[in-house]
């Protein structure tokens, strides 16, 4: 398997514009996980889907953000309109819940996105 | 509300030594995960070893393994035969067991193994 798919690796935008990020999970995989990373905050988990199904989006941080999973192998994060605040490495991960096992996420290489 | 911390910020070690990276979590679960990542320079998360509370044993993956105490909440890293392939960002991570829930994430710890 390829593993998990992110698109763009990077990204720069001017502030107010869209921004939309994409990721394909392991085919295969119930659970999808968008996270954000910056110097400040560290790693913080946005949203996370159970079978396309949004389950926890506590972490959104406004209405700016929004996440979609149309199916089972896409996801996608939107932005709009963006601002300088938002640049960040955001990452993709998928997971399968199998039995009572530590089940282990697997992580995109991430898209960084800079907006100006 | 689960917390994961991780102390020192920074870390650095000679190759071929052994360095213990330290995890404290607060929880009132009894049952959960706990997870290493790390994140080298490729910025690429990768699973480094996990450990489930219910396990008495500690994991062991090659040169990497943990030592959990779970009365003191307590989930270090030992990394032995240190190399250079281990300069990484360090993460500790907690996830309940009860349910499939969001994974927490420590700050991280920063180590550099030094030729």
């Known amino acids: 398997d390829a593993g998990v798919i992110q698109s763009p690796r990077h990204e720069v935008t001017e502030m107010g514009q869209e921004v939309t990020l994409r990721c394909k999970p392991i085919?295969?995989?119930?659970?999808l996980f968008w996270y954000r990373q910056t110097m400040m905050r560290g790693l913080e988990l946005l949203i996370y889907?159970?079978?396309?199904?949004?389950?926890?989006d506590s972490g959104m941080p406004e209405d700016r953000f929004s996440a979609k999973m149309p199916n089972a192998s896409f996801s996608t994060l939107k932005i709009q309109p963006s601002e300088p605040r938002d640049s960040a490495v955001y990452f993709c991960?998928?997971?399968?819940?199998?039995?009572?096992?530590?089940?282990?996420?697997?992580f995109g290489p991430g898209t960084r996105l800079t907006v100006t | 509300a689960q917390t994961v911390t991780q102390s020192q910020p920074e870390m650095s070690v000679q190759e071929a030594e052994t360095v213990t990276l330290s995890c404290t979590y607060d929880?009132?679960?009894?049952?959960?995960?706990l997870f290493w990542y790390k994140q080298p320079p490729s910025r690429q998360m990768i699973l480094v070893i996990r450990?489930?509370?219910?396990?008495?044993q500690n994991a062991t993956e090659n040169r990497f393994s943990v030592n959990f105490q779970k009365a003191a909440k307590s989930f270090s890293l030992k990394i032995s035969d240190s190399q250079l392939g281990d300069t990484a960002m360090y993460f500790c991570?907690?996830?309940?067991?009860?349910?499939?829930?969001?994974?927490?994430f420590g700050p991280g710890t920063s180590l550099s193994v030094i030729p």
């Open positions: 991960a998928s997971s399968l819940r199998l039995g009572q096992g530590a089940p282990e996420q697997y």
């Open positions: 085919s295969g995989h119930d659970y």
């Open positions: 889907f159970n079978n396309n199904v949004p389950i926890d």
């Open positions: 929880t009132s679960e009894n049952n959960y995960y």
């Open positions: 450990q489930e509370a219910y396990k008495q």
């Open positions: 991570a907690f996830m309940k067991q009860t349910s499939y829930d969001k994974v927490i």
